[in-house]
């Protein structure tokens, strides 16, 4: 297939068309057509390079001025101009991980429900349910999260989870201070239920690489649904469901409307899960456009320049996962 | 026996529970979201009035509507369409067409998965440092090209993958007629990959229409009626950011019928898209 491509489409077709009326015109709109792809090509490319060396550069005063100590240190004070973004790195890994410790198992099990136990009939719509809801704005998420979900949590589940959870010795740490409704644990429940489609729609489609005779031959040998799922479809797809959690890890990592709403927007790491944060996204959405000084402004974009490269990282993994699990199934089709 | 029924009952209340647990999952997934919804749509359609599509945005405490925070995010979404879509689509040709197996290609296949998914933050950061920061001003034109970044790679991807659809035989039996490679891809390719380009497109009207950061700090916003792209923009996410954020009850209710009108479109435009793909097929 790739040598029949090229042969097409690199070279040589240009040459004799050139005797024929009109050849000419017709090679030159070949050219340009072709410099036209490539130039979009390479811009895409440089708005990529820009976008890394623009960051950096407008960063590079707050990296300088602060040295390593800037992720290390919690202060971030702009009438001293003094600033330190462990507590938005802190907020951003406990709000993630959170989310993903919720939304993982269930975006898995509606995954399992769609594949296996839905009846024929429900599928498609439960399905293409799932794959509209993950394109629905994050700004919906947060201001639902905000309006709805937080005063309710605030005045019926929150003062008992506080109650139940104060004698009990490391627990009521993470679950201490007064009930505000919004904060760290709000926040990560809202990511969860953000990533949850994203995570059930792509686990869905990795599920459905699995050749039904795999799963034919394991039902026939007798087994039940539990043990086909565990001993054939989780194994033959591990790599891509490793592969679209860390895809939705990068989605909540760079996520900023859902939690800025209900985050709360503190500079301080708090043991307690239901105490006031802020993320890296946050923290630049709610103080960007009001930040005045240059090194406070360099300091957002410094934290910006971070968010950016453990996304990229977090992300190339994910491709790199996803794209072998298309290699294998592949191979495994022909 | 009783050893081998003791099994068999074992397998089969693991299966069950399984099942159940994997039920609840669902029901608690897609129950969640259908809460969401509703109460979304109870709280937006009680805003929807005439006066929120014919008034501007009022100042705290007095009435208004949504007009111009609706025309502000048409113009961008539409604008930002018009130039990111003709480079997505050729870069998606390259992708497909030309370099297809080049290392150019592969390099800028995976950041284009990247940019895919990357933050919206941080590309409006990178708009901001690059263009308001060097022109002095927020202006509607940074908004743009902010969501224009955003739309490249949604239609780079769909448009390779359209375009890696069309069988060779199609692209041979034209070159075999003496067609020059851009004739075939625009004549032959575009034309049976055309369906599927479109829903990138409209995938990628979905995408932006509800983006949010890119904006905060690139159109900005504006609290009155203004068409000039040189100066800051309202839309209808930053709006309902900055009244949802406010204490003002009036606010409170244009920022939940804002967030309705939002998500209709977006839903709107999602199925259009699949509608268009499933005709494909």
Known sequence: MASTMNSTTATGIGGPSDKVAGGRRLHSANRLFRALSLGAAVLVLLTFVAMFGVLFEGAWPALHQFGFDFFFTEIWNPVKERFGILAPIGGTLITSFLAMLAAVPLGIGVAIFLTELCPRMLRRPIGIAIELLAGIPSIIYGIWGLFVFAPFFQANI??????????????????????????????????????????????RD??????????????????????????VVIPYTRTGIVGGAMLALGRALGETMAITFVIGNAHRLSTSLFAPGTTISAAIANEFSEAVGDLYISSLLAAGFFLFIITFVVLAAAQLMLRRLDKSTGGNRA | MTQASSLYTGRRLRNQAFKLLSIIAALIGIGWLVLILSTLLINGIAAIKPSL?????????????????????????????????????????????????TKLAYILRSLNDILLSAPSIVIGLFIYTALVMSTGHFSAYAGIVSLAVIVIPVVVRTTENMLLLVPNSL????????????????????????????????????????????????????????????????????????FAMSPYEAWHELAWGGALIITVAVLGVSILARLLGAERK
């Open chain 2, 171 to 242: 692209r041979e039996a034209a070159a075999a007629l003496g067609a020059p490679s851009a004739y075939v891809i625009r004549h032959v390719t575009w034309k049976s990959a055309r369906a599927g380009i479109i829903t990138g497109v409209l995938l990628a009207v979905a995408r932006i229409s509800g983006e949010t950061a890119p904006l905060l700090f690139t159109s900005l916003n504006n609290s009155f009626w203004s068409l000039d792209l040189s100066e800051p923009m309202a839309s209808l996410p930053v709006v309902i950011f900055q």
């Open chain 2, 53 to 101: 599509f014919f008034e501007i945005t009022p100042p705290p405490g007095e009435m208004g509507g949504l007009a111009n925070a609706i025309v502000g995010s048409l113009i961008m979404v539409v604008l930002a369409v018009i130039v990111g879509t003709p480079i997505g689509i050729m870069t998606g040709t390259y992708l497909a067409e030309y370099g297809r197996h």
């Open chain 1, 158 to 203: 929150q003062p008992w989870i506080i109650d139940v959870f104060a004698d009990v010795p490391g627990l009521s740490m993470l679950f201490a201070g007064p009930p505000y409704g919004i904060g760290m644990f709000t926040a990560s429940l809202i990511l969860a239920i953000m990533i949850l489609p994203l995570i059930a729609s792509i686990t």
């Open chain 1, 206 to 231: 990795v599920f459905e690489t699995v050749p039904p005779m795999l799963k034919e031959a394991a039902y026939g040998l007798g087994c039940t649904t539990w043990e086909v799922i565990w001993n």
